[in-house]
Every structure is written in structure tokens, then in C-alpha cells.
């Protein structure tokens, strides 16, 4: 039974005698739209209904109500807001990275925050939408990180057609037949998956098939304030001088806070897990440390991990980091000059850049970003993640998948539009363009679309994961736990996570 | 030198005040602190947020948000479910409150306490089952899908039985002698007694509608059915807890608008509500 059905009995019951009409909910400014039905009656059967389409061409499916409405005016709204079928081919995409028009008028360039991921894929489905008119484009913005929502569209059985998830979530949905290989449409666009860097194919192939389109990859980095450096004596030049190795970074520390008082590090440690995951992710590959086995069995409790925890402990024990920030406090506290180097992500670089180029700012012609260094061992590279494209699987027309093609191919052909947020390009030919080389710091970063390194593609719940063993970190860092007590109890809790999912 | 009884109260109800005030503004800093954010360029907040003390201010946030083509769809659909839902559950709890207080019928006293056990489970141990079974009535992405769950308010037949059976049963006696019949003792003679435990219970409902997250994040999958709590968390940007503070500060202002206005109208039930003199 409908609530609105049983108001419709309350109502003809006790109040009012009831007209009849059918209404259901039409998408953003299609409004509310009701059909007449034959002559009034205070019958409270229920009937089925036929197809309604909206101004906006989307096909009601689910939403469709029959229920008795009285007021006349919902009927006029109806009229005015329903028209006939529309011959343009509806897909709907699901994406995060929030809702910015108005910093982005409709086919009009971004009047703030050019390139800021709202503001640029904004102005790109945009652009999508008004280059093929034949195609209706539905955009669904959900709150990030957006996975609630995206299992409950699965457990409901109506999914996106695409969907933007992190390349760490696809095997979450791969593995439980959820989303369906890209690779046809990318060959139906045109598209060689030998086109897309090794970070990128590492993050989307699954045994062998590519399961999204990938968008960018992300990670960690140095940011450096130079400024800081050079008062420490810490640079060369124009270029800030890197440790290479555990006792060389805790040398530099000591000498960046004895010369400018300030701590080395500054880091998010309030409510963050998935720093001190990352930190722990890339210095194991950093030592080539083969930490999952198998994707359900990880192995935490070894030296190389110890190495890393314990100098981490060390730089907090020794008062080189900042303490008991969160994200927004570390992100201001480096911007405002309260440490030498933030270890945070890529798209931190857009937002620097902007202070380092303002004058009288703390970062003013002070920043420089590089990836971590190598400090366990020769074999540079770090931990990435990414953003990728999915699609769902679901029944869809012939039409439909050319279409989900066509905006696959289109958001392929705009890596570079889409590297400006910071992110690592995907494609190769975009990573090796001036274009993209010439973007404040990106030749200083370019390298880790080759170095860089997902998880195993099998490994399910990375999020998970990596929230456990952040957890575990924080403890043996912060001194609530032994080094050794903090990563058997990861190496346990991960374990136990992984034995019973599928 | 003693006070007389008359300064000692007087110095009494000073420091009261006083503490009060304190307590007031403790309570209030925050709302301010939001206020003020709320008012300045988000690229000011990202340098510091104490410029939130210092002049320019700007409206620029709340020209976004006004601007954001889906608010007021969201703002009318949680307008629409809460009301129907606060609507919903006066109607049921009532009824069901008179049944329970007043009816002879059999196992009336088990189905209360089946409906008192209602209290006692939370929302997250059924919210799978719950999700399941409205996938299959096909009721997500729906008014009904977001209303429904809302109805089931064990908390108002409680409440409501109550105060039904604080009434005295002479007056049904009365009216039934005048001839009256079940459905108009109800209506004409006892609900209107009930007025302080419906403004009670609907206040509290309208406001636990309105500030709902959870179902309507995972019943709502489509922006034409956000509810406004969905749709403002669903345009935040990513961090927007340091790139957009502003906005972030004027999407809380914006969401609690109503519910400042719904206070306004309802301050008085609403502070008998808190002080517990709703139910006598």
C-alpha cells in the first residue's frame, strides 16, 4: 500500500469526497505531474498505469504512482509539465565532486575555481551534453563518497548506467557481477587499452579485462614549502633537497626545526586513517614487499613494515610533525607556513600553486611538490588509487550502449581538461604532451603514472582496509600500542575481513 | 552584615541570570561561529578561518546554493515528507492511542506491548530488511518510499495512549448518554483534549522527518527525490571542509531555516514538550 493511499481512504472516509488522478514525480523542473482519470469516484481500487514521460524525457520506471488526488491545480501542473515521448536516447550517469553551477554557468566557462573537479567535469558533461543533443544525458550527484547510495541503486535494481567509483572499489563490484567490462565500448569508441598509462591499466584490469574507464590517478605527495627549506639549508639550488634514507630524513628534520623552529612534517592525524595507510603502502613497495599474497590474505607483522612504523614513531616521539590535526587544520597549517613538507594528495596542488603565486602569502614563490622519496631502497614509486568510469550491469538498448560509448570515448578524449585538477593523467599521449608538462609541477610528478602502484586488482574492501590498519598505525605511532602489537592486530583484523566475503 | 531575605534572592537570581547567560552563550557560539562562516569567500576560509571575524563579508554562498538548479525541489520534497509524515503519524498514533486506551479487544494488551517493543529496536537493525522490502513493492525513488517508514511511530501510540487514558472515562460515559457513537466521542470530545500531546508529538515527528539522512540517502537515489538533507550533502564538493567552508556553513544555515521557523510558531509546545508537561 501507498501512504498516499491511505490518505486517499482517510480522506474519502472521513473528509472530502476525492476526484481521481494519477501522479508521480518528474525530475529536477519537470514538476509534479498528475493524469486525469475518468470521472470522479471515491473507489479505492488500486489500477496499473501506463507509461508517463516527463519534459525531460526520463521514463518513470519505478517512480510511477496511482494514487487519488483532489486538487484541480495538480492537474494543470501535469498538463503544463508532461509532453510526448522524446526520441533522444536516455543514460544516466552517477558521479561525486559535488554540485558548483553556480561557479559554472550553463555553456559558459567557470567563473571561480577554474580548475577545480566540480567546475571542470561540470563544464565537460555540459559540453557532452550539448554536442549530442541526441542523447539524454541524466546527471545523478551523490554525496561522496557515494557508495551508500550506489549499493542501494544495486540492492534496488536500479543502478546508473555509469558511474565514477575509485579504481580501489572495482573489485567490490566485479566480483558480485555488478559491473561489466568496458572493454567493448572502449573498442566500439576506438580506444586501445595500451593507450592509458601502467598506473592507470593497473587500477581498472581485473584477470585481464578492463572494468572502467580509468579518469585519473591520485596519490600522495610532498608538498614542500621552500621557503622553510632554504632558511633550513635545505635546498640546492632551486630544488629542495631530498632524504634517501630513514636516517637522512630524521637528519633533516632535526636540522629544518633547529634552524626555523618549526616541525619537518605537517600531518593530518585527527580523524584520518588513510594517510598513515598510505605512507605504510608505499614504503612497503617502496622495499618491494610482497604484503598481499593472495587478495585475501594480507601479511602486516613483517621488518619492512616495522621500519616504516617505527620511523614514523620516531619523527612523532621526537616532536618533527605536527600533532593532533585533522585535514582541514594540516591543509591550513602548511598553507600558512607551520611546517616544512605536507604529506598530502595531488589535488592539493592547485590550491598551492594559487598561494605560491599570491603575494604575501607564506607559500608566496615558496612551494614545490615532488613524490615521496625513496627512503628504504633504490625502487622509487608509491601507492595509487584513482577515479574510474564503470558500467553497470544492467539491460540496456543498443542505442544505449552506443551512447555509453560515445560519453566514455568523449571523457577519454578529455584527460588533459581533466589533469588541470591536479590528478595524474591517464592516457599516455595526455601525460607525455606539453600541454600537460607545462602545468605548474606536473613534470615533477609526471613519473608516477609509470612508478606508481595499485593494490592487487582482487583485493576487495580497500576502503575497509585501509581504515583498519590506519587505525592500527595511529595507535603504535601515537605510543597506545607496541609497533609489533599494533600490525599483528592489523594483519588479524584485515584477515578476518577478508575471510568471509565472497 | 547579613543579607535580607529579600537581597539574598535578588543576588540569587543575579547569578542565575548570569550563569544562564553564560550557558546561553556557550550554546549560541556555535550557531554564530556557523553564521559568520557562513558569510565569507570560501578562498578566505582556506587561509584561516578567524577571518570570519573581520570584515568583507559577502552573500556570494548563498547566491550558490540558490542557484543550485535542484534546491527547491528538495526544499518542496522535504517540506512534502515531513508533513505527510507528521500528518501520518498524529492520524495513526491517535487512533491507535484511543484504541489501545479505550477499546475491549482481544489480545489488546499484547499488540501494545508488541508496539511498545518497536522502542526498543533501532533503525539500523531493520534498515536492510526495510531496504529489501520497498525494492520489491518497487517504493524507492517514491513519496511513499520516504514516507512510509516514518509512520511506524510506536513512540506516538505510546504517548497518545497515555494521554487518552489520563482522561477521565466519564466524559465518553457522558456523551454516550447524548447518543453519541464511538467515532464522534472520538472525534468531538477527546481528541480535542489531546491538543497539547498532538502538538507535542508532531513537533517532535516533523523535526525527526525533516533532519533524516539515513533512509532517504539509500530510499532516494534520484536528485528529482533528494530530501534537502540529501540534496546539500550531495553538492558538497569533495573536501569541501577546507576548499568550501563557506558553502559548506551556508548549506547548515540554509537546511535549518525551516526548522527556525517551524520553532518560532511552535515555541510554546515545544518547551512544554521538553519540560514534560505535554502528558499530564
Known amino acids: 500500500m501507498r501512504l498516499l493511499s491511505f490518505a486517499q481512504r482517510f480522506v474519502s472516509l472521513f473528509i472530502l469526497p476525492c476526484l481521481r488522478g494519477r501522479w508521480r514525480a518528474c525530475p529536477a523542473g519537470g514538476g509534479i505531474t498528475t493524469e486525469v482519470l475518468p470521472p470522479p469516484s471515491c473507489s479505492l481500487t488500486l489500477h496499473a498505469t501506463s507509461p508517463v514521460r516527463c519534459a525531460t524525457g526520463e521514463d518513470e520506471g519505478g517512480v510511477r504512482k496511482r494514487v487519488g488526488l483532489w486538487p484541480g491545480v495538480f492537474v494543470a501542473l501535469m498538463l503544463a509539465a508532461c ?27 567557470p567563473i571561480r575555481n577554474p580548475d577545480g573537479e566540480c567546475e571542470i567535469l561540470t563544464g565537460l558533461i555540459d559540453r557532452f551534453q550539448r554536442e549530442n543533443p541526441d542523447i539524454d544525458l541524466k546527471v545523478n550527484i551523490v554525496a561522496w563518497p557515494g557508495y551508500d547510495q550506489l549499493s542501494a541503486q544495486y540492492a534496488a535494481g536500479d543502478p546508473p548506467d555509469v558511474v565514477s567509483i575509485h579504481m580501489s572499489s572495482i573489485p567490490d563490484y566485479q566480483v558480485r557481477g555488478l559491473i561489466v567490462p568496458v572493454t567493448p565500448y572502449l573498442d566500439k569508441a576506438g580506444i586501445d587499452a595500451g593507450a592509458f598509462t601502467p598506473a592507470a591499466r593497473q587500477g581498472v584490469m581485473v584477470k585481464g579485462a578492463a572494468y572502467g574507464l580509468p579518469f585519473d590517478n591520485w596519490t600522495q605527495l610532498w608538498h614542500i614549502n621552500t621557503g622553510l627549506f632554504r632558511q633550513a639549508g635545505l635546498m640546492r639550488g632551486s630544488e629542495p633537497i631530498l632524504p634517501d634514507s630513514p636516517e637522512a ?79 582541514p587544520a594540516a591543509t591550513q597549517g602548511f598553507l600558512n607556513g607551520q611546517g616544512g613538507v605536507y604529506l598530502g594528495g595531488t589535488w592539493l596542488i592547485g590550491t598551492y600553486e594559487n598561494e605560491a603565486q599570491t603575494q604575501g602569502q607564506p607559500l608566496y614563490q615558496a612551494y614545490s611538490v615532488k613524490p615521496y622519496p625513496a627512503l628504504f631502497g633504490p625502487h622509487q614509486t608509491a601507492y595509487v588509487d584513482g577515479h574510474a568510469w564503470v558500467v553497470s550491469n544492467r539491460t540496456r538498448s543498443a542505442a544505449q550502449d552506443a551512447a555509453v560509448a560515445r560519453f566514455l570515448k568523449f571523457l577519454y578524449d578529455h584527460d588533459y581538461d581533466w589533469s588541470r585538477t591536479g590528478h595524474l593523467p591517464t592516457v599516455q599521449a595526455v601525460a607525455d604532451s606539453e600541454a600537460y608538462l607545462n602545468l605548474p609541477h606536473r613534470r615533477d610528478i609526471v613519473s608516477l603514472s609509470h612508478t606508481g602502484q595499485t593494490l592487487p586488482p582482487q583485493v576487495q574492501r580497500q576502503f575497509a582496509i585501509q581504515d583498519i590498519i590506519g587505525d592500527e598505525l595511529f595507535s603504535a605511532i601515537t605510543g597506545h600500542k607496541t609497533i609489533e602489537q599494533a600490525l599483528t592486530d592489523a594483519e588479524r583484523r584485515v584477515n578476518d575481513l577478508l575471510f568471509h566475503l565472497l | 552584615m547579613s543579607l535580607t ?12 541570570l548570569i550563569v544562564l547567560i553564560a550557558l546561553g552563550l556557550i550554546m549560541l557560539a556555535p550557531l554564530i561561529w556557523t553564521l559568520m562562516l557562513s558569510l565569507k569567500a570560501n578562498s578566505e576560509l582556506l587561509r584561516s578561518t578567524t577571518n570570519a571575524f573581520h570584515a568583507p563579508y559577502t552573500l556570494e554562498n548563498y547566491v550558490a546554493i540558490l542557484q543550485n538548479s535542484g534546491v527547491f525541489r528538495w526544499l518542496f520534497n522535504s517540506v512534502l515528507v515531513a508533513g505527510l509524515t507528521t500528518l501520518g503519524v498524529l492520524i495513526l498514533s491517535s487512533l491507535a492511542g484511543y484504541g489501545f486506551a479505550r477499546l475491549e479487544f482481544p489480545f489488546r494488551d499484547v499488540l501494545f506491548v508488541i508496539v511498545l517493543f518497536g522502542l526498543a529496536i533501532p533503525e539500523q537493525a531493520v534498515i536492510i530488511t526495510r531496504h529489501q522490502m520497498f525494492a520489491a513493492l518497487n517504493l524507492h525513488n517514491s513519496y511513499p518510499g520516504l514516507i512510509l517508514p516514518g509512520l511506524a511511530a510506536p513512540f506516538g501510540v505510546f504517548l497518545m495512549t497515555q494521554y487518552f487514558r489520563a482522561i477521565p472515562k466519564e466524559l465518553d460515559e457522558a456523551a454516550m448518554l447524548d447518543n453519541a457513537s464511538r467515532l464522534k466521542i472520538f472525534w468531538k470530545v477527546l481528541l480535542p483534549l489531546t491538543l497539547p500531546a498532538q502538538a507535542t508529538l508532531g513537533i517532535f515527528t516533523f523535526l525527526a522527518a525533516w533532519n533524516d539522512y539515513w533512509w532517504p540517502l539509500i530510499s532516494a537515489t534520484r536528485p528529482e527525490m533528494f530530501t534537502l538533507t540529501v540534496g546539500i550533502a550531495s553538492s558538497q564538493i569533495n573536501f569541501a571542509q577546507t576548499s568550501g567552508l563557506g558553502y559548506l556553513m551556508t548549506q547548515a544555515v540554509f537546511a535549518s531555516v525551516p526548522i527556525l521557523i517551524v520553532y518560532v510558531f511552535f515555541q510554546k509546545y515545544i518547551v512544554r514538550a521538553v519540560a514534560g508537561q505535554a502528558v499530564r
Open chain 1, 83 to 109: 509532453s510526448p515521448q522524446s526520441d533522444r536516447t536516455q543514460i544516466t550517469v552517477q558521479r561525486i565532486f559535488g554540485e558548483c553551477r553556480a561557479n559554472v554557468p550553463r555553456d559558459q566557462a
Open chain 1, 249 to 327: 630524513l630524521l637528519a633533516q628534520a632535526r636540522q629544518f626545526k633547529q634552524a626555523t623552529g618549526k616541525p619537518y612534517l605537517v600531518q593530518s592525524m585527527i580523524n584520518e586513517r588513510a594517510a598513515y595507510t598510505r605512507n605504510l603502502y608505499t614504503y612497503l613497495m617502496n622495499q618491494q614487499a610482497v604484503f598481499f599474497k593472495t587478495p585475501k590474505q594480507i601479511t602486516l607483522n613483517t621488518p619492512e613494515a616495522r621500519r616504516i612504523v617505527g620511523l614514523f614513531k620516531q619523527i612523532y616521539d621526537e616532536g618533527l610533525t605536527t600533532r593532533d590535526q585533522d585535514y
Open chain 2, 5 to 16: 531575605r529579600h537581597q539574598a534572592g535578588r543576588v540569587r537570581g543575579s547569578v542565575v
